[in-house]
């Protein structure tokens, strides 16, 4: 049971340049989601799945694509990559959202820098 | 909306003391809450929750405490350890997607 895993786990990429964050679970969890976390900041929510063919935007949407063809896969694209879009990435899952004792799992983490 | 933050950006204590880590929330609907701990250069991991029936859960070497009168919720940790260094963020839930506040930075002093 490998968890939650993401890659790469380090990218630099140029302005204007388009990619995809991978993402996979092998918990059969329904509920993905993507955060990034900025510097010194929190989490913040860029878009979440409640299950296969099911998303929606977080708080910062705005540059990002997701897809949920599988429960086990749930990509993120850069569309045109910008500086601003510097930031350390998350992806977390867990059964589904609300329950007392669900709790989410987070990845290690993809650092990625925009120049 | 909803409103997750933090009293103290960082807070620093000696090696067996006990930590108090305070969070503040301004969704009164608000029904469940986590603690979460991130240590360097890895993902937040989940310490410890509490939905809002109760006042107050305890688990290894931590509790969580909530005050729904204030909206505030607090976590204790006993005899802090070196290996408590770490971000430790709130998080409640409403329905949606978590909404993370901001963090404390706990750094322990051997």
């Known amino acids: 049971n490998a968890g939650v895993t993401q890659t790469p786990k380090f990218q630099v990429l140029k302005t204007g340049q388009s990619m995809t964050l991978q993402c996979a679970q092998d918990?059969?969890?329904?509920?993905m989601s993507w955060y990034r976390q900025d510097p010194g900041m929190g989490l913040r929510l860029i878009h979440y799945s409640v299950g296969a063919g099911i998303t929606d935007q977080g708080e910062v949407p705005n540059g990002y694509n997701v897809s949920r063809s599988t429960t086990e896969d749930f990509p993120l694209r850069l569309l045109s990559a910008a500086p601003s879009q510097t930031s350390v990435y998350f992806c977390a899952s867990s059964y589904s959202p609300g329950q007392a004792t669900d709790t989410q799992y987070f990845g290690p983490g993809t650092r990625l820098t925009v120049l | 909306g909803e409103s997750v933050g933090l009293h103290l950006p960082t807070l620093s204590v000696q090696e067996g003391d006990n930590s108090i880590i305070n969070c503040a929330y301004s969704n009164s609907a608000s029904d469940y809450f986590i603690w979460y701990k991130q240590e360097s250069g890895k993902g937040p991991q989940f310490i410890i929750d509490?939905?809002?029936?109760?006042d107050k859960r305890q688990g290894q070497r931590v509790t969580v405490l909530l005050n729904k009168t204030v909206k505030h919720l607090s976590l204790q940790i006993a005899a802090t350890q070196p290996g408590d260094s770490a971000v430790y963020f709130c998080?409640?839930?409403?329905?949606?997607?978590?909404?993370f506040g901001k963090g404390t930075r706990l750094s322990v002093i051997a």
């Open positions: 918990m059969n969890h329904e509920y």
């Open positions: 998080d409640s839930f409403r329905g949606t997607p978590l909404v």
């Open positions: 509490i939905r809002s029936n109760m």
